[in-house]
């Protein structure tokens, strides 16, 4: 889609060209999302991806995603091999609607600054307790959980000039089980209720997305499935459950009850 208020493009090279970014500027990495809306606010495009930031970087300590690091090339890349979550990244991709030609596009930062419940990046950041840097229009920075930046449906902590920069996976989950459990009213279609499971050494770390506005995640001293699943389901408030096109909230109550007992039982079994 055209953008027809916009009319000047910026690519920065360097954070302090980011300075200065107000209401009218549209911060764009893939543009999947950006360009598919008319925006009449917006006056120009600052494209984040001039930034150059490096998609990837394994050390010792995890993983650092670049928020411009493409979907495609975050479920491609080679991990080490006990990093035994990192098939989780692919998993995630596959419960997105977006099929791979919008993986080859879309960006897992703009995927979490979208806030999306069926944000499919959010689920995966949420499960691997993915510590999110955000660059500050004053050139501060801050650090945060994903539930503190994704507060709703489609709504985020982050105000306007923040950039978020990067995102870390810190290796102790990287190397836990993991087991993602999905459903929808289509088998291909948008996600109703998305659960991520995985086992830590006194018990399951839940995470659950799609089914609520915002992300939940609960850390539970059990390996019973029935008793995690109860837990987890008393953690969430009735009205953190969403009623949309791809599922009421009733269902998705009860979805996400399976899908926690389903997930738990695979990685403690
Ligand atoms: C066919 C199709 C199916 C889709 N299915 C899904 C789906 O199932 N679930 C889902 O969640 N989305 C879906 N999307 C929406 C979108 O494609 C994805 O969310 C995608 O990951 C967005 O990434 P992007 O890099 O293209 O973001 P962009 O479109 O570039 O940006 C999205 C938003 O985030 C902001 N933003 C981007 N990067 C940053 C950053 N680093 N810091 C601050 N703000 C930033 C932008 O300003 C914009 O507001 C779908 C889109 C299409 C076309």
């Not at 959010?122 to 004053?138: G, K, R, Y």
């Not at 996976?169 to 991520?196: C, D, E, N, W």
């Not at 969430?236 to 996400?256: L, N, Y």
Request: glycine letters at 8%; a negative charge.
């Amino acid at each position: 889609m055209d953008l027809h208020g916009v009319t000047s493009v910026l690519r920065p090279r360097a954070r302090d060209e980011l300075a200065g970014l107000d209401g009218h500027d549209g911060l764009l990495a893939g543009g999947t999302s950006l360009m598919s809306d008319p925006n009449p606010s917006l006056r120009r495009l600052v494209d984040l991806t001039a930034l150059d930031w490096p998609d990837l970087v394994i050390d010792d300590d995890g993983l650092e995603i670049g928020a411009t690091c493409t979907i495609e090339r975050l479920i491609t890349a080679a991990y080490p091999a006990h990093w035994r979550a990192a098939p989780l990244f692919e998993q995630s991709a596959h419960t997105l609607l977006a099929s791979y030609k919008i993986w080859h596009t879309a960006t897992v930062g703009g995927n979490i600054c979208l806030g999306l419940p069926a944000g499919a990046m959010i689920s995966m950041c949420s499960a691997l307790d993915a510590e999110l840097l955000v660059w500050h229009a004053d050139g501060s920075d801050s650090v945060h959980s994903t539930a503190e930046i994704v507060t709703g449906n489609a709504q985020t902590s982050l105000a306007t000039g923040d950039v978020l920069r990067s995102i870390r996976f810190p290796a102790a989950a990287l190397v836990q089980r993991t087991a993602l459990r999905k459903a929808s009213y289509a088998h291909l279609g948008r996600s109703g209720a998305v659960v991520i499971a995985r086992r830590t050494p006194t018990g399951v770390v839940v995470s659950v997305t799609a089914a609520t506005r915002r992300p939940y995640v609960l850390e539970v001293a059990s390996t019973d499935p029935a008793v995690i699943a109860r837990q987890v389901l008393a953690a969430i408030p009735a009205d953190g459950f969403h009623t949309d096109a791809h599922g009421t909230a009733p269902w998705r109550v009860s979805v996400t009850e399976y899908l926690v007992g389903d997930a738990v039982a695979e990685v403690t079994s």
